[in-house]
């Protein structure tokens, strides 16, 4: 089984294609939580993976908890993927700590943090989804052959970037306080729908956001069919970005 978590679609591609090239079964671990905490016991024989994005290289909260409730017994292939703009920092290595992975992957995809970021061009995301591509097949051969592998992109100063940058941006950065929804809103629910956590939800029309803080995975403001979703003052004049198949 793949297990996985993704705000705007790069990881689901990610692990889908690993399921597909593998012969295993993807599945949306926020969908699998929504109704509670869920167990998971993965036997000697098992294969089992992980694949989420890198936020402020770290794991996403949500895939950490998700990690901490598998159980993998003596023998097992369990694996990690990331998905990130640049680098991951120490966020494997950490992930580790609770979660035994043989073998741990990062795979450079499209930006989608426009907080920070504007999106990158339509030739630059056709590049970079080639380029996944490729190396999504020299994934599941090894995972088909039950490798042991670390080919992750730390970067500068990873231990220091996870160590001090990551705890910040939980803490200070994924506030909900900023995000809005501007007239051009036409109360589709579609970021209701979305988010993987239920932090939005529809009052008079018009989403509001319950939760004090949230993933930050961006799926609400990237999503959006009509650009009404904006973070402070930011992101009006910046693009959009979800993973689509024919980019």
């Not at 998905?83 to 499209?110: D, E, H, Q, V, Y």
């Not at 056709?126 to 970067?155: C, F, P, T």
């Not at 956001?209 to 009509?226: D, G, H, K, T």
Request: glycine share 8%; proline share 4%; net charge positive.
């Amino acid at each position: 089984m793949v297990y996985y978590f993704s705000g705007t679609g790069n990881s689901k591609w990610v692990a889908q294609e690993l399921a597909r090239r593998t012969g295993d079964e993807a599945q949306d671990i926020a969908a699998l939580i929504k109704d509670g905490p869920t167990a998971v016991y993965a036997g000697k024989d098992a294969r089992i993976g992980v694949v989420f994005p890198i936020y402020a290289w770290g794991v996403p909260t949500i895939m950490e908890r998700f990690c901490k409730s598998i159980t993998l017994a003596q023998g097992a292939y369990a694996y990690a993927v990331c998905t990130c703009g640049g680098s991951a920092g120490n966020a494997m290595k950490r992930l580790k700590r609770f979660f035994l992975w043989r073998s741990a992957w990062s795979i450079m995809m499209p930006n989608n943090y426009i907080i920070g970021y504007d999106v990158d061009t339509p030739e630059e995301v056709a590049r970079l989804k080639q380029d996944a591509s490729e190396k999504i097949d020299s994934i599941s051969k090894k995972i088909l052959s039950s490798e042991n592998a670390y080919d992750v992109s730390e970067g500068k100063g990873a231990g220091i970037k996870t160590a001090l940058v990551r705890p910040m941006f939980n803490r200070f950065a994924r506030r909900t306080k900023p995000f809005y929804a501007t007239d051009a809103c036409n109360s589709c629910g579609q970021c209701v729908r979305d988010c993987p956590v239920k932090a939005i939800r529809l009052d008079g029309g018009k989403p509001h956001w319950v939760n004090r803080s949230c993933e930050q995975c961006l799926s609400c403001i990237n999503r959006c069919p009509q650009k009404a979703i904006q973070y402070g003052r930011g992101t009006a004049s910046k693009g959009r970005y979800f993973f689509c198949d024919s980019m």
